[in-house]
């Protein structure tokens, strides 16, 4: 079903490596070995047996855990529900996913073209504020993984809450504020989009066909560092990293 | 008919939620009356009861007398518009109440087998395989039933065998199945309940309680005696049937609405409030209970539990499942349904559908249409406002035409992707105006 190919990238080297070899980079570690997707050393989410069970369509792609919290932050347009949509399916082999729909506007469509069966797809629609917090405790106790767009107006206790929830629950969570943030410390994992191009479609001929968004990748599950992603979407249910690390923002204590 | 295929006809009819609470507080009365004359009254739904009469036929000194006497009595109490059907199985009994023709409508079945042979096999009640039988030329329950119940099992499974014990008229021959401890699930209240959401409540727990022990055997209930005990020591007792095995949510159902037909409905009531309430499984058959390969069933009812709950706090609407259908446009290409309800596809997605814009499809897609300014310069979109900004078309696609349905009115549209460094964005151009019809987020 995934047709999705990860290579990473460290220093802007290049290396020949599987189909996509001559178009895509390739991960190389400090040493100066090559690593394959599924390599040993894993510079984004530590590896659980959940995660073993995952198609092998690359580990550069974000993958929330049981239990775990993800932000999906970014303007309307810029591919953040459709790749929370990618994360949603991820858990859909194990039982029904769930998707809080604040605006209404969602389409099935786009969840059916990255792999989540229309059986495996529940949408529920809430607009106020304070049956969303009830709504979205109850898919957690039921649901594979839930994906939330957070309304105007939640609070951030309550959004504690339900991280609390959804770590009790051990069901991951997927967060997508409207026009808020989140709060700190909530998100293991917090995906921004920054800017989008798409290609295809040229002064009023052809169609948009392809996609690249980058993105930075923060949190508990990027060990501290702040990642560039960039990736690529065809619609057809291909989502595909296509290049891992450009630059690791430099952290240091003041002391 | 679905609700969607009746809204498709008329987009004008009201639909009102089905209250079986009130039908059966209004049944109850027929219920009673029916169980003074003869004993073991199984109810399957308000409206539905199958009376075992093979006891009191003897008693009243034959079929016509006893059906006299019942005739009577349900016209006493309800008036006319019921139906009679005697048979040798519920199954033919109901058809042949259905059929019933004169005045009040009765049908006496001498020969279950020779009266369904002729029935169509839309009657069989298995909407899932009717239209597969009727594709391999079995169009009667007759041509059915005289099929092998083997090679149907082995082709059809346990829904095609039960479609061939119905069209055969075995459908009583159940074989239930007899386990070694008593799973009766009781509660005493104390000070008694007088509130009947409080019973309710319980009924909801005690019924969950009841199919997990059940399920441990492997065995679900197609009967439950519901016995609700007053607290002036007046016990009341009713059978509820059902042709699948019943589950939580259609055990506390049961229990729900019987307890508002004796508060509610003819009779004493339950006075004092309720001291305690007994739920009996009856009629167990593993039928419909074997688990799949890998099949997880607690985390099923879980999640059933939990859609159940979310559907309480959001609305029976608001909680939707979709399944793709045949349409143009990106919102036809979707056919929603409420959630735990059996989809429903209008139009054949496997059918061409010339002129419908190839993926990727926008992952949001306003439910109407929405205001959308574009500049253009020279026949070239240039701008569009997000909002309080103007953001520049950086490359665009189409016009795409769409003539619409003329002859319901719609005015024919140009259909534009117009990308901008903000993202791209799905919009049509009809009657001067620009609309919004969706976002590639």
């Known amino acids: ?255 | 008919m679905r609700r969607g295929e009746a809204e498709g006809i008329c987009p004008q009819v009201v639909t009102v939620e089905r209250d079986h609470s009130a039908e059966m507080v209004a049944f109850e009365g027929v219920v009673t009356a029916i169980e003074d004359l003869i004993p073991n009254v199984e109810v399957v739904e308000p409206g539905l009861v199958f009376v075992p009469v093979a006891g009191a036929v003897g008693y009243y000194g034959g079929e016509g007398p006893l059906i006299e006497r019942v005739v009577k009595e349900i016209d006493r109490v309800a008036g006319a518009g019921f139906r009679i059907g005697v048979a040798e199985g519920p199954f033919a009994a109901k058809q042949a109440s259905i059929n019933a023709t004169g005045d009040p409508p009765m049908l006496l079945v001498e020969d279950d087998e020779a009266f369904l042979a002729s029935l169509d096999i839309s009657t069989v009640g298995r909407e899932e395989l009717v239209s597969t039988f009727q594709w391999l030329g079995i169009t009667t329950l007759g041509e059915l039933a005289r099929l092998p119940g083997g090679t149907i099992a082995s082709r059809f499974g346990a829904a095609g065998l039960d479609a061939h014990r119905r069209a055969s008229g075995r459908d009583r021959d159940l074989n239930p199945r007899d386990l070694p401890i008593d799973l009766t699930v009781s509660e005493r209240f104390s000070p008694p309940l007088e509130d009947l959401e409080q019973a309710a409540f319980v009924a909801r727990a005690m019924a969950g309680r009841l199919v997990e022990a059940l399920a441990s055997f492997g065995a679900a209930p197609f009967r439950i005696v519901v016995e609700a005990e007053a607290a002036d020591g007046t016990v009341r007792s009713r059978t509820w049937l059902s042709a699948d095995p019943l589950d939580d949510r259609a055990i506390a159902d049961r229990v729900r609405w019987q307890l508002r037909a004796w508060v509610d409905g003819v009779g004493a009531g339950i006075r004092g409030g309720l001291v305690a309430l007994r739920i009996e499984p009856a009629n167990l058959s593993g039928a419909g209970r074997q688990l799949a390969l890998g099949e997880d069933a607690r985390a099923a009812a879980e999640t059933v539990r939990a859609f159940t709950e979310t559907q309480a706090i959001l609305g029976r609407d608001e909680l939707l499942q979709a399944h793709p259908q045949g349409g143009r446009e990106y919102g036809d290409r979707v056919a929603w349904h409420r959630w735990g309800e059996p989809p429903v596809s209008r139009r054949d997605p496997d059918a061409p559908w010339p002129g419908r814009i190839p993926g990727p499809s926008p992952a949001l897609v306003p439910p109407a249409p929405q205001p959308f300014h574009i500049e253009w310069d020279g026949g070239m979109p240039t701008r569009v406002r997000l909002g309080s900004r103007w953001v520049t078309v950086r490359s665009w696609a189409g016009p795409w035409r769409r003539v619409g349905r003329w002859w319901k009115g719609e005015e024919p549209g140009d259909q534009y992707q117009i990308v901008t460094s903000a993202g791209a964005f799905l919009c049509e151009i009809r009657g001067g105006a620009t609309w919004l019809t969706g976002i590639y987020d």
Not at chain 1, 79 to 96: I, K, N, Q, Y
Not at chain 1, 131 to 145: Q, Y
Not at chain 1, 220 to 226: C, D, L, Y
Request: net charge neutral.
């Open chain 1, 1 to 255: 079903m995934f047709d999705r190919v990860c290579t990473r990238r460290i220093a802007g080297e290049r290396e020949e490596s599987g189909e996509m070899a001559s178009e895509l980079p390739v991960l190389r570690d400090e040493q100066g070995r090559a690593l394959s997707a599924g390599s040993d050393t894993d510079y984004g989410l530590r590896t659980t047996d959940y995660e073993a069970q995952r198609p092998d369509w690359g580990r550069d792609l974000p993958f929330l855990g049981p239990g775990q919290v993800g932000v999906l932050a970014g303007d309307a347009g810029l591919g953040m529900t459709r790749l929370g949509l990618v994360l949603l399916s991820d858990h859909a082999r194990a039982g029904p996913v769930a998707y809080l729909d604040v605006r209404g506007w969602l389409s099935p469509l786009a969840a059916w073209e990255v792999g989540i069966e229309p059986d495996r797809l529940v949408i529920a629609r809430c607009r106020d504020v304070i049956r969303w917090g009830k709504a979205v405790a109850s898919l957690l106790d039921g649901a594979a993984a839930v994906l939330a767009e957070v309304p105007t107006g939640a609070k951030d206790a309550s959004i504690r809450k339900l991280a609390a929830l959804a770590r009790n629950r051990g069901t991951p969570l997927l967060l997508r504020p409207l026009d808020r943030a989140v709060p700190t410390g909530v998100a293991h994992l917090t995906l921004e989009a920054r800017e989008t191009s798409w290609s295809g479609a040229v002064d009023g001929h052809g169609r948009i066909e392809r996609r690249r968004t980058l993105l930075m990748a923060s949190g508990k599950a990027m060990r501290g560092m702040t990642r560039t992603i960039e990736m690529e979407d065809d619609g057809s249910n291909t989502l595909r990293v296509v290049s891992g690390v450009a630059a690791a923002e430099t952290r240091s204590v003041a002391g």
